[in-house]
Structures are given as structure tokens and as C-alpha cells.
């Protein structure tokens, strides 16, 4: 049973910074690709940043430069590295895996940027 377990949210400052981890379970997280997405309150779900078996990492534009996708293989582990963050990045993060056959997503773990 494949299982995605979110940890690393918080409350933080404007400016500053936090890492999400996305500890997988039940599969290798390297033999598939794996991706960030957030939804703010009233906002649809939005991709933040995703990464391929072969480690090619990809961004939306609007999230270039501040978000950093990261994969441990040996703890089976994605990351989320945020930097310079915004009260506008306020939102849950969920860590999303795609198999050949369906689509997983973890429970999620609220963000708040907020002084």
C-alpha cells in the first residue's frame, strides 16, 4: 500500500524560509515521477514543482526561483525547499506520486506565512 506522509509546515515570518519532506512508503519513489502541489483557501490546487525518475526537476514560471524540489533515494524521501516565502504562499502542501496505474497524494500540511 503506497502511502505519502507530508511533515515540515508551520507558521513563518515573510522572508523566511521552511523544507517540506515527503516521506514514501509502500513503493520506490525514484521509479516514478513525484511533484508539490498547494491549494490556498477558495484556490484551485496548483502544481509548486515536481521531479522525474531521472531527477529533471520542473516549475511553473510563477514558482521559479524560490521553490527547490529534492529527492533522498535512500530515505525514500522528496523535499520541498522554500525560500524568500510570501503571506500569498499560505496553503496546504500536498505531495503527489504517479504511478503507471493512479495517482497518490499525502494529507497535506499547512503553510502559513504571516507576521
Known amino acids: 500500500q503506497v502511502q505519502l506522509v507530508e511533515s515540515g509546515g508551520g507558521l513563518v515570518q515573510p522572508g523566511g524560509s521552511l523544507r517540506l519532506s515527503c516521506a514514501v512508503s509502500?513503493?520506490?519513489?525514484?521509479?516514478?515521477?513525484t511533484g508539490w502541489y498547494r491549494q490556498a483557501p477558495g484556490k484551485a490546487r496548483e502544481l509548486v514543482a515536481s521531479?522525474?525518475?531521472?531527477?529533471?526537476?520542473n516549475y511553473p514560471d510563477s514558482m521559479k526561483g524560490r521553490f527547490t524540489i529534492s529527492r533522498d533515494n535512500a530515505k525514500n524521501t522528496v523535499y520541498l525547499q522554500m525560500t524568500s516565502l510570501k503571506p500569498e504562499d499560505t496553503a496546504v502542501y500536498y505531495c503527489?506520486?504517479?504511478?503507471?496505474?493512479?495517482?497518490?497524494w499525502g494529507q497535506g500540511t499547512q503553510v502559513t506565512v504571516s507576521s
Open positions: 503527489n506520486l504517479n504511478t503507471r496505474t493512479r495517482g497518490y
Open positions: 509502500g513503493t520506490i519513489v525514484s521509479a516514478y515521477g
Open positions: 521531479i522525474t525518475p531521472l531527477s529533471r526537476t
